[in-house]
């Protein structure tokens, strides 16, 4: 059975070396765009996730919970986006 990097090894094998420069700018273009993000997020974070006096019931509980449901997908997307242009830098 082949593993999970036997596979992306394969797939970044089959990729044409011509189009390597533009998906190198591209992965590192969305990286960057990601971290931009992930800083607003951060420069903001009172404004977002810190107690709102207009919600009944804004107990720790649910403002920690809206900042994992913010955190979690953001850093599963950044973990991507760091690992795929490694792979392209690699190629």
Partial sequence: MRTLYETATTMLALINPVALPALRFAATFFLLINL??????????????????TVDNDIPATRRVRLEVVMIPWLGLTTLLVILPIYFWSA
């Fill in 36 to 53: 931009a993000g992930g800083a607003y997020i951060f420069r903001n974070r009172h404004r977002f996730f810190d107690r709102d006096r």
